[in-house]
């Protein structure tokens, strides 16, 4: 279903007798694995749900990559099997505690436990020109904080962002919510491309974007 | 000093020793700074690294963070947690005298509403009726109003509920899961804190919360007491009186342990449950084999 291409260390595999992209590495969160590979289930997974929906991410394998709201680790474990230095920063104590463990046996995962908002506080240690920064916080001002990322990101990177509509207000149309979050990004993003991931994730908004 | 040593003066490495001297990362001085630093801007830290001579290259620059970027989070998720259970003992404290304030309050509006008005009820679901009440000049307003701030007392007394519900078992989780949350959040405001609470001997948590009790016994007025406040917890409480001492010393010796995993550990221990389970279902079965009074204070801590 997907024409984008897939980058080098993500696969379609053929795990517990059904196809399903996969990356290589030790297991995380329980997810079924089959000859070394772990199988990376969309439905968890917002970054997921835009290789499987087909979404041109600029991803080919061995990137830099900042990732903002890493939670226990479902998604950036796989982001650090086919990334290269990744970056994974969240706030919340308890869901860093997993991600410490699923960084410990990733040697190019570095944990970080701060806040997005404040990215002082990470400079010191995140690097510039990082080529992707992939967002998933889900709470609100998701535009905010990739715009106060932006210093990171390459001038030929890619922001990979998930904006969940109800983090921002739960009674606006989700509609109306994306178009807010969208003119924020545009002070320091174009705007490459945008879908819903409502096959995967209810009323949230993929978009795929580079610094102006 | 050229500009390259001022630019990596604000990275994470800036004070750690070069490549080779010392173990990679095993040095408290880099993992304080990258909890605690700062810099306006990054910058190509790999490299710079390595021109500093911290790093002998990129890699080996990569290696150091990896170890000293585990260790510093997984030291300040823990931090973390333990600063949590101060907010918790916040929490928990508030919600009591958010109770008691509005209890107390309720009493006054219903004394003052019932003079006023006809068939006004005493507690807090008279205060919410009163509340909802057209007023009828300024004495009316004031107090319709008075129970009103009732009435927001006991929401917010309510809401505090479900804020502990929430944050205990992530500060806890073993001790919220065996005790309940409030339970926890109590035990661990009676210790002033989870650290405290997992150094204390069960014995001691056995009887937290009967300090007055543990006191008339030790002048002699009054026989040990058996239980504290885990005389709330249902194992206690809903098993036959002869038994409650077994059940109470079985409890808090459980919980004690469950405590310490939390505070050192801080994984869920399934056994920890499970030993719990069968110890109570061992001490109950006695009831039903009709051995009255058996055994009591014979056990040894569970
Ligand atoms: C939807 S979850 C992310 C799930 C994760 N991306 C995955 O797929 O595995 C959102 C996470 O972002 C974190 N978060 C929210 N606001 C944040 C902030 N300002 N800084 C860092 N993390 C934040 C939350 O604590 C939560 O763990």
Known sequence: MTDAELPAGVERREIDGETRLATRGPPVYGEPTADGWRAWDPGRSKLGGMFELGFETGLSGGETVLYLGAASGTTVSHVADFAGPTYAVEFAPRPARDLVEAADPRDRLFPLLKDARTPERYAHVVESDVDAIVQDVATRGQAAVAVRNARFLADDGRLLLAIKARSEDVTAAPETVFEGALDRLREAYEILETGRLDRFHEDHLGVVATPR | ?302
């Open chain 2, 1 to 302: 000093m050229s500009d390259t040593d001022d630019d990596a003066a604000e990275g994470w490495f800036a004070s750690g020793s070069p490549a080779g001297t010392e173990a990679a990362g095993g040095d408290g001085a880099l993992r304080a700074r990258i909890a605690a630093g700062e810099a306006d801007e990054p910058r190509d830290w790999p490299g710079l690294a390595v021109d500093s001579g911290f790093a002998e290259s990129r890699d080996d620059y990569y290696d150091r963070l990896h170890e000293a970027s585990v260790t510093a989070t997984r030291e300040a998720v823990r931090e973390r947690e333990r600063a949590d259970d101060k907010q918790l003992v916040h929490a928990v404290r508030a919600m009591d005298d958010c109770e008691r304030t509005a209890n107390e309050l309720a009493e006054r509006a219903a004394e003052w509403a019932g003079s006023l008005f006809d068939g006004a009820e005493p507690g807090i679901e008279g205060a919410r009726a009163v509340a909802e009440r057209d007023p009828d000049g300024e004495l009316e307003r004031r107090a319709v109003s008075l129970a009103a701030r009732v009435v927001d007392l006991a929401a917010e007394r309510d809401a505090l509920a479900e804020t502990i519900e929430r944050t205990a078992p992530a500060v806890a989780p073993n001790l919220a899961e065996m005790a309940g949350p409030e339970l926890a959040a109590r035990l661990i405001a009676l210790a002033g804190g989870l650290e405290t609470l997992a150094k204390k001997p069960s014995g001691t948590v056995q009887v937290l919360g009967a300090e007055d009790a543990l006191f008339a016994h030790l002048s002699g007025r009054a026989p040990s007491p058996k239980h504290g406040i885990i005389y709330t917890h249902e194992y206690v409480r809903n098993t036959r009186p002869e038994d409650r001492g077994s059940a109470a010393r079985a409890l808090a010796g459980k919980l004690t342990l469950a405590a310490r995993v939390d505070h050192y550990s801080g994984e869920r221990r399934e056994t920890l449950h499970e030993e719990l389970r069968e110890r109570m279902a061992t001490i109950r079965a006695r009831a039903e084999s009709g051995n009255a009074g058996a055994a009591d204070d014979t056990e040894g801590d569970a």
